[in-house]
């Protein structure tokens, strides 16, 4: 992975009008070459799928196409959560729904072996989780000739802060975004909001990030860090080849991780035949 465009932090007002313009371009051209009928987007709560909503809503409407959105909580999502979810969706999406997937989860969490209430644990059924949701928007995609929008970003892709086969969708607008250009942006993309938007957009900016499964008070408690910009600072100089982070949590998952950015591996036909 070649890291040489990563290594610094796009902010100034003229970089976040160029991103959001560049986004919206490569979507208006992705949507026209493959002649698509809906955009398929998970609303959580959080600022990654509110921003993707705010990206996208626009595009969905010059080409006269819904974005389908759905808040789907299992169980582990707090209260607050929900009702950030709930606001976006029906603030931003053409057709969206809450489900509550508690009762079909704990059908399926019967089939998962020795679980309790380790991390470990807790990562299992998360991935269980992430993966029914994934059920769910793939399906809508199909059935109305549409794709599904991954919400990641680029911190949380070299982290492995996500699910293979779960929360990992079809086309990524902002996984080449750092963590924090994803707080820049979406601060920037509250002067296009009406008031009621800017309300539940800002409230996605200020909340805590958290993976929603209980492990921990947040992500960045995790990372080992006091917050995503010290994340993307700490990443941004190790790629920069400054040893003094190679030992540092962050690093480490990254090469953990690694698999999973690799995922799935093929052997080669070469390799096959030899």
């Known amino acids: 992975m070649n890291h040489s465009d990563f290594l610094k932090l796009l902010q100034s007002d003229a970089e976040l009008n160029k991103i959001r313009l560049n986004i919206r371009t490569c979507l208006s051209k992705y949507i026209t070459d493959y002649k698509l009928n809906s955009l398929v987007l998970g609303i959580s709560g959080g600022i990654d799928s509110a921003l993707c909503a705010a990206l996208v809503k626009p595009v969905c409407e010059q080409f006269n196409i819904p974005l389908i959105g759905r808040s789907i909580t299992i169980e582990s999502n707090k209260k607050e959560e929900v009702e950030r979810s709930l606001k976006i969706g029906k603030l931003f999406c053409h057709d969206f729904q809450h489900l509550d997937l508690t009762p079909t989860f704990c059908e399926n969490k019967k089939l998962l072996i020795h679980f309790d209430d380790s991390p470990l644990s807790k990562m299992r059924q998360g991935n269980m989780k992430a993966r029914m949701r994934m059920m769910i928007l793939y399906d809508l995609a199909q059935l109305y000739r549409g794709i599904v929008l991954s ?112 995922n799935p591996i093929y052997i080669s036909r070469k390799d096959i035949l030899k």
């Open 151 to 262: 919400t990641d970003n680029y911190t949380e892709y070299l982290t492995g802060f996500w699910t293979l086969h779960g929360d990992v969708g079809d086309y990524a607008p902002i996984i080449n975004l750092w963590k924090s250009e994803v707080f820049f942006l979406s601060k920037f993309l509250l002067k296009e909001c009406d008031e009621n938007q800017k309300f539940a957009l800002q409230q996605c900016i200020d909340a805590t990030p958290e993976d929603g499964l209980g492990i921990s008070n947040s992500d960045c408690d995790q990372l080992g860090v006091a917050n995503y910009f010290e994340a993307d600072k700490i990443l941004i100089q190790y790629f920069k080849g400054n040893q003094e982070f190679e030992n540092h949590i962050l690093v480490k998952r990254y090469l953990n991780s690694d698999y999973k950015r690799k």
